[in-house]
């Protein structure tokens, strides 16, 4: 688990500054969303948090360690992304080892936590299927498993259940939410969706045209528009 800090964080795309002087502490085992509309900066900041992208100015700490120039194997983050990313010819149980098996884990200990994850995501009936046998929603969740499975100090969700259909994303808000609990991992979630941001997170910074415009619970955001 891990506070995360981002400290007058700039980032520009040429001359073009898409974050400006962003300032965010995420508590240790929160749920913070970062919400606001598409090209607000959402996806960039979430990019530097994870080591994607290149910060122009400014500092992002876990705890009081300054991650700017760690590669993003060495930060310890598992990400989310809206498109899951399943690799098509690998089974689900091998979709969710994959990132053990990058790492030497040993065979006792995948089978012990692709299990895990499976049973809690409620998916361990489908361990031999592969991508194309399964519903939107349990590929949303092979996706999580994947990254539970690392054991990460850091989730980073980027807009991950936007493409579902209404009644399978109400679903899979309790599911996500009730997971990052379970696990008490500090958890980054970036949504447009205002109803995803209030009915999940423990705090939301409102980003606008690359500034923070508001943070708060969702009662100070939701209560002072
Ligand atoms: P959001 O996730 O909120 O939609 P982004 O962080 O993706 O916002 O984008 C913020 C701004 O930066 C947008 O104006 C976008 O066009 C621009 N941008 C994002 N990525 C790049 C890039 N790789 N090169 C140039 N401009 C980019
Ligand atoms: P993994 O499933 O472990 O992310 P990949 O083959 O996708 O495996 O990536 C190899 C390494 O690069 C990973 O260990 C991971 O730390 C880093 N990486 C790649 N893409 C991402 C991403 N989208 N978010 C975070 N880290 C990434």
């Given at each position: 688990?891990?506070?995360?800090?981002?400290?007058?964080?700039?980032?520009?795309?040429?001359?073009?500054p898409?974050?400006?002087?962003?300032?965010?502490?995420c508590?240790?085992?929160?749920f913070?969303?970062?919400?606001?509309?598409?090209?607000?900066?959402?996806?960039?900041?979430?990019?530097m948090?994870?080591?994607l992208?290149?910060i122009?100015?400014?500092?992002?700490?876990?705890?009081?360690v300054r991650?700017?120039?760690?590669?993003?194997?060495?930060?310890d983050?598992?990400?989310?992304?809206?498109?899951?990313?399943?690799?098509?010819h690998?089974?689900?149980?091998?979709?969710?080892?994959?990132?053990?098996?990058?790492?030497d884990?040993?065979?006792?200990?995948?089978?012990?936590?692709v299990?895990?994850?499976?049973?809690?995501?409620?998916?361990?009936?489908?361990?031999?299927?592969?991508?194309h046998?399964?519903?939107?929603?349990?590929?949303q969740?092979?996706?999580i498993?994947r990254?539970?499975?690392?054991?990460?100090?850091?989730?980073?969700?980027?807009?991950p259940?936007?493409?579902?259909?209404?009644?399978?994303?109400a679903?899979?808000?309790?599911?996500?939410?009730?997971l990052?609990?379970?696990?008490?991992?500090?958890?980054?979630?970036v949504?447009?969706d205002?109803?995803?941001?209030?009915s999940?997170?423990?705090?939301i910074?409102?980003m606008?045209?690359?500034?923070?415009?508001?943070?708060?619970?969702p009662?100070?955001?939701?209560?002072?528009?």
């Open positions: 688990m891990a506070t995360v800090t981002i400290r007058n964080v700039w980032k520009y795309y040429g001359e073009t898409a974050v400006k002087d962003l300032n965010i502490t508590p240790d085992g929160s913070v969303s970062i919400l606001g509309p598409s090209g607000c900066g959402k996806s960039s900041t979430m990019r948090i994870a080591g992208e290149h122009s100015s400014g500092d992002i700490l876990f705890d009081d991650v700017n120039d760690l590669a993003p194997k060495d930060r983050v598992a990400m989310v992304f809206e498109n899951y990313a399943l690799y098509p690998k089974s689900v149980y091998e979709n969710i080892a994959n990132p053990l098996r990058l790492r884990v040993k065979e006792a200990t995948i089978k012990e936590r299990e895990g994850a499976a049973k809690l995501l409620e998916i361990g009936h489908l361990l031999g299927r592969r991508p046998e399964l519903s939107g929603g349990q590929k969740r092979v996706a498993g990254a539970i499975v690392r054991e990460p100090k850091l989730f980073l969700f980027d807009e259940i936007a493409h579902l259909d209404a009644k399978l994303r679903h899979m808000r309790g599911e996500i939410k009730h990052q609990r379970t696990l008490g991992t500090t958890m980054v979630y949504t447009h205002q109803l995803e941001a209030l999940m997170a423990d705090y910074a409102v606008h045209d690359g500034e923070l415009q508001q943070w708060g619970t009662s100070e955001i939701f209560n002072n528009p």
